[in-house]
Every structure is written in structure tokens, then in C-alpha cells.
């Protein structure tokens, strides 16, 4: 069993006297300490499944279970505990930081909104915090504007890490940090994993960012997984060419020398506005793939290999063929 299952979720949302679909029959797993990728551009509805795991949007359809229970049937004390395993991280610490509290008051708050120990035990809790997310204790004194925006991560790391969480949702946690920051914050994320056991369900637009540290990856377009599996082999020989499209945006040596060199087409265009009506492939108008069966037939999520899925009607002509 899965630490987090989620099936044929549809959450959307009212826009001109229509319900527009912002994710659109999801199934996603995240093992017990496992690390899962999710990603896709902008508005493709990664944040609306996260906001819909943690309760903060309504599910229009479908079902999101922690650890086997449903989360809809969850109440009183056991919602309670729903909400201290499951953590999220943001994209700007800063935003979810009071600017009158410090670090180390922001950080205690969350112990004792809990009633989890006295003031020693919890200040030393804190100190423990802000140690194993890699600042030094001292800064429990500091404001959130006398750090850096990666040191303000690792405060937001270190607060979702509070009440010991077994997943913790992180959305876009380094699109707004430096490279060279954002492998620091990754890095970290990676060790604590590892060290707290702690499942990460990752989002993130960029492929690259989750390629170090998630095994699985699902990629969605428009509300859609349009293809999953572990995260090495989807980034060397992507199946769908949305997939194909982000990784050449990232590129890879190892996945540069799997395709012989061969040129891959990036990314064209914007996704539709949200709302618009696409017959078929909904990623048929920026596929330089697309036949005339991708603007008529929706493509099915169907298996390619064991732990390979894809939703495209080329994929297996196309995987086949480069089987050589
Ligand atoms: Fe492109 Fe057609 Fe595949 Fe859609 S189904 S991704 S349009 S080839």
C-alpha cells in the first residue's frame, strides 16, 4: 500500500457559469519515503492537485487516500493528525513568514498551536530544526528579512519539518532560488529523505530539477498525466513529446547520446488558455507529431513497459521504432 493514492481525481473550478476541469482524472502514488516528481508548466494543475491532497480545495471527483484511509471520511482527531503528517513547502518562504516573528518564534508556534512539549523541549526542538536544514541555531533570533532567499528555504524546509511529517508537498520550492542555490535546497531535501524518511511529492515545471532527486516521475499537461515512470529512463528516452519537448529544454548528456545525436523539436507555443475546448490529443496544437487522428481521438494513459505509462497514439510506434 502507498503512503498517498490518489484516483481519477478531478478537482475544477467555476469560470463564466462553467465548471472548467484544473485536473482531470489523476491517478498518482507516493510510496512511504519515496521521492515523486510532478511536472509541467504553469497552470497545467499541479498546484490545484496539491491544494486538493491537503483539503484546501474541494474534490470535484475521484479519491485521495492517506496511508488507506480516504481523506473525505476523515474528522476531529484523525483530520488533526492528517494535517500534522502532511507538510507543504512554498514557493516564496518569504510570503508564508511573518516579518514581525522571528525564525525561531515562527518555528515554536507550530509546536505549540500542537501542544507538542514545554517551552525547553520545544526550543530545543527548534535549535534541532534550523541544525539538521543546515543553519545555525543562532539565527532563531534573526528576521525572515535578514536571511537569503535560500536560507529562508531552509527555514521553510525546517517549519515543514516541525511535527515530523511523512510527506511533505513541495511546490516549486527552488523555481525562485539561484542555480547554484537551488542544488544546496535540493541537496538538502535529498539528505532529509534519507535521514528523516520523509516522502517528498515534488512539483516542479522544470524536469531537470526533479531528475536528482525523485525515482518516479508523472508528467501532466492540461490537467492530464500524459506519461510516469522512474524518473532516469523518462528523462533519457522520454515517450510523449510534451515529455520529449521539457527534457530537450533540460539538457542531458546521457539522454544526448541515447538519441544518437538526433535534433529534438522544443517546446512551441503557450498551453491554451484554461477553459478552451480541444477535440482529441489536448496537446495535439503544439505537437509537431500531430496526425489527423490526434485532433479527433483522445489518447488513452496506457502502458508501455512495466513501470513506463504514456498517453499518446504514436508512443508505441514510436517507442518501437527507436528500439534499435
Ligand atoms: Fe502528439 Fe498525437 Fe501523441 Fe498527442 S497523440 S502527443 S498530438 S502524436
Same mark, same amino acid.
Given at each position: 500500500?502507498?503512503?498517498?493514492?490518489?484516483?481519477?481525481?478531478?478537482?475544477?473550478?467555476?469560470?463564466?457559469?462553467?465548471?472548467?476541469?484544473?485536473?482531470?482524472?489523476?491517478?498518482?502514488?507516493?510510496?512511504?519515503?519515496?521521492?515523486?516528481?510532478?511536472?509541467?508548466?504553469?497552470?497545467?494543475?499541479?498546484?490545484?492537485?496539491?491544494?486538493?491532497?491537503?483539503?484546501?480545495?474541494?474534490?470535484?471527483?475521484?479519491?485521495?487516500?492517506?496511508?488507506?484511509?480516504?481523506?473525505?471520511?476523515?474528522?476531529?482527531?484523525?483530520?488533526?493528525?492528517?494535517?500534522?503528517?502532511? !507538510?507543504?513547502?512554498?514557493?516564496? $518562504?518569504?510570503?508564508?513568514?511573518? $516579518?514581525?516573528?522571528?525564525?525561531?518564534?515562527?518555528?515554536?508556534?507550530?509546536?505549540?498551536?500542537?501542544?507538542?512539549?514545554?517551552?525547553?523541549?520545544?526550543?530545543?526542538?527548534?535549535?534541532?530544526?534550523?541544525?539538521?536544514?543546515?543553519?545555525?541555531?543562532?539565527?532563531?533570533?534573526?528576521?525572515?528579512?535578514?536571511?537569503?532567499?535560500? !536560507?529562508?528555504?531552509?527555514?521553510?524546509?525546517?517549519?515543514?519539518?516541525?511535527?515530523?511529517?511523512?510527506?511533505?508537498?513541495?511546490?516549486?520550492?527552488?523555481?525562485?532560488?539561484?542555480?547554484?542555490?537551488?542544488?544546496?535546497?535540493?541537496?538538502?531535501?535529498?539528505?532529509?529523505?534519507?535521514?528523516?524518511?520523509?516522502?517528498?511529492?515534488?512539483?516542479?515545471?522544470?524536469?531537470?530539477?526533479?531528475?536528482?532527486?525523485?525515482?518516479?516521475?508523472?508528467?501532466?499537461?492540461?490537467?492530464?498525466?500524459?506519461?510516469?515512470?522512474?524518473?532516469?529512463?523518462?528523462?533519457?528516452?522520454?515517450?510523449? $513529446?510534451?515529455?520529449?519537448?521539457?527534457?530537450?529544454?533540460?539538457?542531458?548528456?546521457?539522454?544526448?547520446?541515447?538519441?544518437?545525436?538526433?535534433?529534438?523539436?522544443?517546446?512551441?507555443?503557450?498551453?491554451?488558455?484554461?477553459?478552451?475546448?480541444?477535440?482529441?490529443?489536448?496537446?495535439?496544437?503544439?505537437?509537431?507529431?500531430?496526425?489527423?487522428?490526434?485532433?479527433?481521438?483522445? $489518447?488513452?494513459?496506457?502502458?508501455?513497459?512495466?513501470?513506463?505509462?504514456?498517453?499518446?497514439?504514436?508512443?508505441?510506434?514510436?517507442?518501437?521504432?527507436?528500439?534499435?
Amino acid at each position: 500500500m502507498s503512503l498517498l493514492e490518489i484516483e481519477q481525481l478531478r478537482v475544477q473550478y467555476q469560470a463564466d457559469r462553467r465548471m472548467i476541469p484544473a485536473v482531470d482524472g489523476v491517478d498518482l502514488t507516493v510510496g512511504a519515503a519515496e521521492s515523486v516528481g510532478l511536472v509541467g508548466e504553469s497552470g497545467c494543475g499541479k498546484s490545484s492537485l496539491a491544494a486538493a491532497v491537503v483539503r484546501l480545495v474541494p474534490v470535484a471527483s475521484g479519491t485521495v487516500r492517506f496511508d488507506g484511509q480516504p481523506l473525505e471520511q476523515l474528522r476531529g482527531g484523525a483530520l488533526r493528525r492528517f494535517r500534522r503528517r502532511v !507538510q507543504m513547502v512554498f514557493q516564496d $518562504p518569504y510570503g508564508s513568514l511573518n $516579518p514581525r516573528m522571528t525564525i525561531g518564534a515562527a518555528l515554536e508556534e507550530a509546536l505549540a498551536v500542537h501542544g507538542l512539549g514545554a517551552r525547553p523541549q520545544r526550543l530545543e526542538r527548534v535549535a534541532e530544526l534550523l541544525q539538521c536544514t543546515g543553519l545555525d541555531p543562532g539565527y532563531a533570533g534573526r528576521y525572515p528579512h535578514e536571511l537569503s532567499g535560500g !536560507q529562508r528555504q531552509r527555514v521553510g524546509i525546517a517549519r515543514a519539518l516541525t511535527l515530523r511529517p511523512q510527506l511533505i508537498i513541495a511546490d516549486e520550492p527552488v523555481s525562485a532560488l539561484d542555480v547554484s542555490v537551488q542544488a544546496q535546497i535540493l541537496g538538502l531535501m535529498s539528505e532529509l529523505q534519507r535521514s528523516a524518511g520523509v516522502a517528498w511529492l515534488f512539483i516542479a515545471h522544470d524536469l531537470a530539477v526533479v531528475k536528482h532527486m525523485c525515482s518516479r516521475v508523472y508528467v501532466m499537461y492540461l490537467g492530464r498525466i500524459v506519461e510516469s515512470g522512474l524518473t532516469t529512463a523518462v528523462f533519457r528516452r522520454p515517450a510523449h $513529446p510534451y515529455t520529449e519537448a521539457l527534457a530537450a529544454a533540460a539538457p542531458d548528456i546521457d539522454r544526448a547520446l541515447a538519441a544518437g545525436g538526433a535534433a529534438v523539436p522544443l517546446l512551441r507555443g503557450e498551453p491554451p488558455a484554461s477553459g478552451t475546448l480541444i477535440t482529441g490529443c489536448p496537446f495535439h496544437p503544439r505537437c509537431p507529431y500531430a496526425r489527423e487522428i490526434c485532433r479527433n481521438v483522445p $489518447p488513452a494513459l496506457e502502458n508501455l513497459t512495466e513501470d513506463r505509462r504514456c498517453s499518446c497514439h504514436l508512443a508505441r510506434e514510436r517507442w518501437d521504432a527507436a528500439d534499435v
